[in-house]
């Protein structure tokens, strides 16, 4: 059973009566809902125990539930005996550390996978600390912990990485936003995070630290590594070029690549630390980069390092990074290169001087691309910019324009 909302809001009465009311034969819930009033009174209804209930999926921001509400969400988690997957997200809904803690200890160790949602609570470091005390009881293989905004919890890296250090994972997701790490509380969760040997798929989000990342040590990359998520951006004090390294020993094996890099103040080191840490790859099959005011005409280099992977996802975005009309006519011979393998590609380009000559050429090449489903671009910033969400509306646009295309300079 799927029940989602996006704009109206759930009241509280409203939730106490779906609750009361779910089948006790559901072997999958999920209720998404991005405004709903989650009181005690309210999660007090749900049944007493889902016996068959397998997944568990809720999504409920902003809820307000506080530590009361907390409690009664981790005696129902607690009581759905053959629960193997457990997706809660209660950002912003006032909990603290015994809130978070009694989700926490709710969860069973033979549940498998995991993604819970504690940001924007304020638990602080004795929070965050006892969340990943009760970690330790888990025994999942597929982990996502969200601790973003919870204000300076760094002195708690050590208990959380003891932790994760001792799961049998395969899959892993850390996001510390904003939380004041130091530089090497930073290098202490990379290594924990790159030093498992059984992982698959490693997403490290460690945005706004602002931390002064000046490299990050060597790393014995797990040769099981297929995804790869990593996110430096906002902090200013973070040097591409130094960092590079540290990617060496990247699995050549890689299928999906993401790199976030926003907001950093060494601009000019971007492309190289990408290009270079990243060249080697010849399998991947998605790759999403983003970053902003990189200059000089290295996004087009950049891109055509990976022209030599047959891409079936390709995601750019690039703000502010003086593309023009010959910046955004090699982007587009960079995507027709894979004009055979391409199903999804997304192209934010605004902030970049493109002209209508550039946007034709972009799209020329991205119109090559047969195999496409699903188009996003976004070439121009004013009052008639260039955006696409389909093909045919492309290739379509391209044809009644034909005979004004101008002549760009080869690159």
Known sequence: LTLATQECLVSSNSLEVLCKNLPPQLASLRLLFSRAQATQRSLASLPAGLRELVLLEMHLPGSGMGASGAVELGRFISRCAKLRAVVVDVSSSMLFAEGASAICRAVAADV??????LSRNELGPSGCRQVAQDMRRWGCSSLGINLSENGAFGTCVRHLCDTISNMPLTQLTVRA???HLSTSEVEKLWQCCVSLRSLTEIRL???GNRAAVGWLPPAAWPDSLLRLSIDFSEN???????????????SLSLLDLTVGLRGIHCMSETASFVFGAFAEL????RCRLDFDRIRGGSVPVLIRGFTHCPLVDFSLSAWDCDLRDAGAAAIGEAVASWSLSLVQ???LLTSNGIGAPGARRLASGVAMCSQLSSVHVEAGWGPEPFVWWDLQGMRQWLGEGATAVASLPEI
């Open 205 to 207: 989000d460690l945005a």
């Open 345 to 347: 590609v997304s192209l």
């Open 282 to 285: 010849r399998a991947l099959r």
């Open 236 to 250: 200013p004090g973070f040097r591409p070029a130094l960092v590079a390294p540290a990617f060496s020993g990247v």
């Open 177 to 179: 936003q904003h939380c």
């Open 112 to 117: 498998q996978r995991v993604i819970l949602n």
